[in-house]
């Protein structure tokens, strides 16, 4: 890392939290130990209405904390903004732990002044649990994917960068409006970098910006995120259907649905009909789908020498592209109904 620049930028440290107080302590702790000069480093917490002694534990430290001005993650978001002064915004999740040069490689990076957004790597806290793991070494991860620096003006498929470890240049965020409110759930903090991209500012993705995150560990949990994310990428359609990411995530919900669907008549005509041509034509595409998430999961299985993650990395992969259809599905009807929420 490079020696400190007394060029180095004033960062404003964002965290919205919302009942975290399993987790809230040890971001705080690891925001304390940063190595960077204090004189040009805030914390601001935004709480959305904590009711489990978040906010008691975040008045121990020496951070400011304000209420959640809106409704959902954007709006902490914002809110966050609002109250701050520094040049950079950089924003992590109360769920996270962040490395001590953390502020220094993202200051390192807007050293040049063509850079307006900086995006990092996510990698689990718990390196024993089953399902944590599994969410770091899964081919479809919901955290970061790219190894390698990136910089372009605009995003890849498969290589997003993270709300829980992203930071703006202040002016450039200005220059969109901020968050939009109005997508929650999943894809709210892609947005922005698109929007930023698509106007020509420029985007780094660094490997050597991160954060540790502190995944869900139960099956419920994952396929709830699955679902909310599902939830997301249909507001994403909805208000934003001219952007890449709308784009994508609407040929992946026709797809899926498309297939789903005949899936279920095909199955409900089997059982009607009492003919099972139908049923096993089902059983052999699910096979090959199985078949082919057993490929691009074989080589952690290998590494690893776990060969049982062969088997279950699949099917967890099948069930959370399941719930990530079905939350689209569940919003946009949802939307039709005239419900938000």
């Not at 709480?47 to 001005?69: A, C, F, Q």
């Not at 200051?107 to 689990?124: C, H, I, M, Y």
């Not at 024993?128 to 994917?145: C, I, R, W």
């Not at 372009?152 to 992203?166: E, H, I, Q, R, Y």
Request: aromatic letters at 12%.
């Amino acid at each position: 890392m490079d020696e400190p620049s007394a060029e180095d930028p004033s960062i404003s440290i964002i965290v919205p939290v919302k009942n975290s107080v399993r987790t809230i302590r040890d971001l705080l702790e690891s925001l304390m130990k940063l190595d960077y000069d204090r004189e040009k480093l805030e914390f601001i917490i935004v709480d959305g209405n904590s009711t489990d002694g978040t906010r008691e534990i975040v008045t121990e430290y020496p951070v400011r904390m304000y209420d959640e001005e809106g409704r959902g993650l954007n709006a902490a978001r914002n809110t966050g903004v609002k109250y701050s002064r520094g040049e950079i915004l950089a924003y992590t999740d109360g769920d996270c732990i962040v490395s001590t040069d953390w502020a220094k490689s993202i200051a390192k990076n807007f050293r040049d002044p063509s850079v307006s957004f900086v995006g990092g790597l996510v990698d689990g806290f718990d390196k024993v649990d089953f399902l944590s793991v599994y969410m770091d070494e899964t081919f479809f991860q919901v955290k970061p994917g790219f190894r390698g620096r990136r910089e372009s003006t605009d995003l890849a498929l498969l290589l997003f960068p993270a709300g829980c470890n992203m930071a703006f240049r202040r002016r450039a965020l200005e220059k969109i409006n901020y968050f939009d409110e109005r997508i929650d759930y999943g894809f709210d903090d892609l947005d922005p970098v698109e929007k930023l991209g698509s106007r020509g500012f420029r985007i780094v993705l660094d490997p050597d910006v991160r954060v540790l995150h502190q995944h869900r560990t139960t099956v419920k949990a994952i396929l709830k995120q699955h679902f909310n994310y599902g939830r997301g990428g249909t507001l994403l359609i909805i208000y934003k259907r001219a952007s890449k990411l709308a784009r994508w995530f609407t040929t992946y919900l026709i797809v899926t649905t498309f297939g789903l669907s005949i899936s279920v008549m095909m199955l409900t005509s089997s059982i009607v009909m009492q003919r099972w041509l139908p049923m096993n034509v089902i059983m052999w595409l699910l096979g090959l789908t199985f078949l082919f998430l057993m490929t691009l999961n074989m080589e952690v299985a290998f590494r690893t020498r776990k060969l049982q993650k062969l088997i279950v990395y699949p099917f967890l992969d099948i069930i959370r592209g399941l719930f990530f259809t079905l939350g689209g599905i569940t919003q946009l009807f949802k939307t039709l109904l005239g419900e938000r929420r």
